[in-house]
């Protein structure tokens, strides 16, 4: 009587199912959008990359919840595919049906904040743009004398600014900023109007404020001063 068995190895080739959740199909998307897919395997899904026309879109999610929160803004007006593919850990990968989106935006496209200063109360400054980079206030009052409807009046040590953002991370890029600022102290003041931390660790970025005539430290300073921006049309920073 023999006590030896066989045993027989077999590679994993099942390949992973895949499908696109959301959005669905035929969706008009504007802003920022939650795109998610499921993904399942005979064994284990061991991550999900998100397209957009074919090319990869985002980083790969390498754990369910599949997701990936999309700035459409960064995409051209118009119709696109949404993708997904699916892997598990023999490699085996599967490419979800693609859905047809419409992106349409009315906002400006490259525009990473618009501050109209029309809000006219509380402590917070409503960023237009498709990146709500809303700006806190800070000792900086409402006036209704602005250029264009209301505006911003600064004081001494008071300033604007807007929080860490992708969006506002402008190292190696080009940027164009626009305003209406109404210097009321002397011509012997100097002033800061906008000013941005280069380091991107955890940092704020102030984005309109006025500066005395001291070395400005990382968020501006102000002596009296009003700055005034324009309403929606010309208060632009790209």
């Not at 600064?154 to 506002?168: E, G, I, M, Q, W």
């Not at 906008?194 to 001291?214: E, L, N």
């Not at 324009?230 to 920073?237: A, E, F, L, Q």
Request: charge should be negative.
């Amino acid at each position: 009587m023999s006590n030896e068995f066989g045993l027989v190895a077999q590679a994993d080739v099942t390949p992973p199912g895949a499908a696109v959740t959301a959005p669905t199909s035929g969706a008009s998307l504007s802003g920022v959008v939650t795109i998610t897919a499921d993904a399942t395997d005979d064994i284990a899904v061991t991550g999900v990359q998100f397209l957009l026309d074919g090319a990869a879109l985002g980083a790969e999610d390498l754990a369910a919840p599949y997701t990936l929160s999309w700035n459409t803004a960064l995409a051209v007006n118009g119709a696109h595919t949404l993708g997904a593919r699916a892997r598990d850990a023999r490699g085996n990968v599967t490419n979800a049906p693609n859905i047809g989106v419409t992106i349409s935006n009315t906002a400006i496209q490259g525009l990473a904040a618009a501050y109209s200063f029309d809000d006219g109360t509380g402590t917070v400054v409503r960023d237009s743009s498709l990146y709500a980079n809303n700006g806190a206030l800070h000792g900086a009052t409402w006036t209704s004398s602005g250029h264009t409807l209301s505006a911003m009046s600064f004081a001494s040590n008071s300033y604007v600014d807007a929080p860490n953002s992708v969006s506002l991370d402008i190292s190696g890029t080009r940027l164009t900023i626009e305003m209406w600022a109404n210097i009321t102290a002397g011509s012997s003041v100097d002033y800061v109007l906008v000013q941005k931390p280069w380091s991107a660790t955890g940092q704020t970025y102030p984005i309109t404020s006025t500066a005395s005539s001291t070395t400005p430290t990382e968020r501006a300073r102000s002596t009296s001063s009003s700055a005034t921006p324009p309403g929606n049309r010309s208060d632009r920073s790209r």
